[in-house]
């Protein structure tokens, strides 16, 4: 109908037609986008599944990278928000050990940890290669079994995107004596020494990243199952 606010008498959608248009849009572009990286799959893949063979020297087909990749892009279309978050969080808490789950818990309520690395001193007085890396006061604040296995832990945990670094904190001076006083700290000082020169430290602080928090408080909520 024409009007002084639409002259030329088109029909103007509602909200709820356009929120409605938007998500048929987006439905679209997932499926497209899905579907042109399957096509990029049937190029790349080969004509033939590779076979395995048998003790006993039958060649048995094995299931194909394909078929396993068609079926994550398949749970793709249907996956949620909240069921995708629910198997990103399974699947990296399977990735963990106990001692690495109470790190966890002890940084979950904001805390900050003191960390370091020590690295040998080369002829020209910088610093060479790593010596101790990750050395760290949270696996005993956090009581873990193995206190010795904490610069892995901590390592380990910093690939999974679960822990994040940060500068030096001199409000942690105190906690950084206690941490260079440790046997295994002390041993890399040691080594890492070329005559009068020192080992190279680098000091740092451990704290939970977002991943880390997120996925604790889903944990600790339930959310996991």
């Not at 096509?39 to 006993?56: C, F, M």
């Not at 966890?104 to 370091?116: N, Q």
């Not at 004596?177 to 430290?201: C, F, N, T, W, Y």
């Amino acid at each position: 109908m024409v009007s002084l606010f639409n002259p030329l008498g088109l029909v103007v959608p509602t909200t709820r037609t356009i929120v409605r248009i938007s998500a048929q849009v987006a439905t679209w572009a997932e499926r497209q986008a899905l579907g042109a990286l399957r096509a990029r799959l049937d190029v790349a893949a080969p004509a033939r599944p590779p076979l395995a063979i048998a003790p006993g020297g039958e060649g048995t087909a094995a299931e194909p990278l394909r078929a396993k990749m068609d079926r994550l892009l398949d749970r793709a279309l249907e996956q949620s928000t909240s069921t995708g978050r629910q198997e990103l969080f399974g699947k990296i808490i399977d990735q963990l050990v106990p001692d690495e789950a109470r790190i966890i818990g002890a940084l979950s309520d904001g805390s900050v940890s003191p960390m370091l690395h020590v690295y040998a001193r080369t002829i020209s007085g910088g610093g060479g290669d790593p010596i101790l890396e990750n050395a760290s006061l949270v696996g005993k604040m956090a009581n873990v079994s193995l206190p010795q296995m904490t610069p892995v832990y901590v390592g380990h945990l910093l690939s999974l995107g679960l822990l994040e670094t940060g500068p030096e904190d001199n409000q942690l001076k105190d906690e950084y004596q206690i941490l260079g006083a440790d046997s295994a700290v002390l041993r890399a000082l040691k080594k890492g020494k070329r005559g009068p020169m020192e080992a190279k430290v680098e000091k740092y602080t451990i704290r939970l990243s977002v991943l880390g928090r997120d996925l604790w408080a889903a944990a600790t909520a339930g959310e996991l199952g």
